[in-house]
């Protein structure tokens, strides 16, 4: 595991996309695993600003997003594919046919994480998987459990990740869906490369756990200890320097 760390938010964004990037130029047909929160908005901003520029292309690649919240539709403003032709796929020259997100709309759980394990297996491997880190440690939307998860899973988030989320429905934890789909850790972990993004003094405490402390599933992130290629990229802040 190797940690860059850089002085703030606006260091960490330009340094991911460039990381990313060099991905791109590397393997014009990456696969790539995308996530959504406030972290990466940055470094989707460097992406755009890089394809538009001609400094690197998305028309070969496909992109797999972690999670999605069930029961909201895609062009609903929360959604998370909302949030990614939003704050991405709508500026790049990405083909949508190529971009995939689980499938909100789905009642069916089994049905559903089937799908987007068929998905993930039929486009995979991924080369390189996108992360943030929750406040309680998640990834993806794989919160603190007795076990790592494997495939696909519908999850109950827990409170505290949907108070963290009440942000972007106008605070209203009313509106907050109680489940999404996401990506199992089983799944990111066969990703060959993974790309961990913090910052922020409130991250500071998980992210020593997670980097440091015993690998655990009631600390998910710190799995990641046990991946052959992770590089995680992190404000002073986030650090604790
Ligand atoms: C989002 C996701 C989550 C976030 C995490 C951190 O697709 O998978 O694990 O990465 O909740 O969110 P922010 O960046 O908003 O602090």
């Known amino acids: 595991m190797r940690v860059l760390s850089v002085k703030n938010y606006e260091e960490l964004s330009k340094a991911a996309a460039r990381y990313m990037g060099a991905q791109l130029t590397l393997k ?22 890089m394809n538009q520029s001609g ?24 959604s998370y594919r909302y949030f990614m032709n939003d704050n991405l796929f709508k500026h790049v020259n990405i083909f949508a046919d190529n971009t995939y997100l689980p499938d909100g709309q789905i009642e069916d759980d089994q049905q559903a994480c089937q799908d987007y394990d068929d998905v993930i297996d039929c486009v995979g491997p991924i080369d390189m998987q996108l992360l943030g880190i929750g406040h309680n440690g998640h990834i993806g939307f794989n919160e603190p459990a007795d076990a790592f998860t494997t495939g696909t899973q519908c999850i109950t988030l827990d409170e505290r990740t ?12 009313s509106q907050v869906p109680a489940k999404a ?8 972990m066969k990703a060959k490369k993974i790309l961990l993004v913090v910052t922020g003094a409130d991250k500071a405490e ?3 756990k997670a980097l440091n402390g ?9 799995i990641l200890q046990l991946h052959p290629d992770v590089m ?10």
Not at 232 to 241: F, H, N, R, T
């Open 214 to 222: 015993p690998v655990t599933p009631s600390v998910p992130a710190s």
């Open 162 to 173: 949907r108070q963290a989320n009440a942000r972007f429905f106008a605070g209203d934890m």
């Open 206 to 208: 998980i992210l020593d």
């Open 181 to 188: 789909y996401t990506m199992g850790i089983g799944s990111i």
């Open 232 to 241: 995680v990229i992190a404000d002073e802040a986030a650090l604790g320097i």
């Open 55 to 78: 400094e690197i292309d998305f028309s070969e690649v496909i992109s797999v997003n972690l999670d999605e919240y069930k029961g909201l539709a895609g062009d609903h403003p929360q």
């Open 28 to 49: 014009p047909d990456s696969v790539i695993g995308l996530a959504t929160g406030s972290t990466p908005v940055g470094m989707y901003k460097e992406l755009i600003r």
